[in-house]
Antibody
Framework: QLQLQESGPGLVKPSETLSLTCSVS??????????WGWIRQPPGKGLEWIGGIYYGGSTYYNASLQSRLTIAVDTSENQFSLNLQSMTAADTAVYYCVRSDFWSGYPRHFDSWGPGMLVTVSS | DIQMTQSPSSLSASVGDTVIITCRASQNIVTYLNWYQQKPGKAPKLLIYSASTLQSGVPSRFSGSGSGTDFTLTISGLQPEDFATYHC????????FGQGTRLEAK
């Protein structure tokens, strides 16, 4: 059974870089034709797509975050990661890692989610 | 970007009621519309994809319809476990979500 689990720091200082990892169990990222991505939710607000990576290595980023964002896959560890630079208070949110099917250039529906991880940006 | 607008933003209902939540897209998204249920402190859960296809394991009291720009999520015979927040998501282009609809017990 597929499981996703986020890990990383729960507190980041302004201007620093956030690094999160999503550990995947139950399926091998390298051998599955899926999209692996990140979605966030500021406290009390709606969901925002951050970006993701298709199993072949192509990355897809939210244009509003693209200049600060890197998403990568580590197939040896069956993990994928998010690096978000120059963090500000506006980046405070619960960060979810997700899986989606993928066709014609877009993720189509997010059928598996990690439990989420609250990241707070504060000095 | 495609804007997604849900209505209402919140509603109150009783067990046994039929509830309808709507989602409107700012342009034609065909049937690239998904619905998620989120309970407090939990991750969203996929309920319906491609506007009307029920995700495996989801009770049949949930149904979705619509195409183009207007979509609905219907819960027929509301159960206590259905009180939650519901999100729509367009997957026609880069993902975009509605602001959510909070369903509370009356």
């Amino acid at each position: 059974q597929l499981q996703l689990q986020e890990s990383g720091p729960g507190l980041v200082k302004p201007s620093e870089t956030l690094s999160l990892t999503c550990s995947v169990s139950g399926v091998a990222i390298a051998s599955s034709s899926y999209y692996w991505g990140w979605i966030r939710q500021p406290p009390g607000k709606g969901l925002e797509w951050i970006g993701g990576i298709y199993y072949g290595g192509s990355t897809y980023y939210n244009a509003s975050l693209q200049s600060r964002l890197t998403i990568a896959v580590d197939t040896s560890e069956n993990q994928f990661s998010l690096n978000l630079q120059s963090m500000t208070a506006a980046d405070t949110a619960v960060y979810y890692c997700v899986r989606s099917d993928f066709w014609s250039g877009y993720p189509r529906h997010f059928d598996s989610w990690g439990p989420g991880m609250l990241v707070t940006v504060s000095s | 970007d495609i804007q997604m607008t849900q209505s209402p933003s919140s509603l109150s209902a009783s067990v046994g009621d039929t509830v309808i939540i709507t989602c409107r897209a700012s342009q034609n998204i065909v049937t690239y519309l998904n619905w998620y249920q989120q309970k407090p402190g939990k991750a969203p859960k996929l309920l319906i994809y491609s506007a009307s296809t029920l995700q495996s394991g989801v009770p049949s009291r949930f149904s979705g319809s619509g195409s183009g720009t207007d979509f609905t999520l219907t819960i027929s015979g509301l159960q206590p476990e259905d009180f939650a927040t519901y999100h729509c998501h367009q997957s026609y282009t880069n993902p975009g979500f509605g602001q959510g609809t909070r369903l509370e017990a009356k």
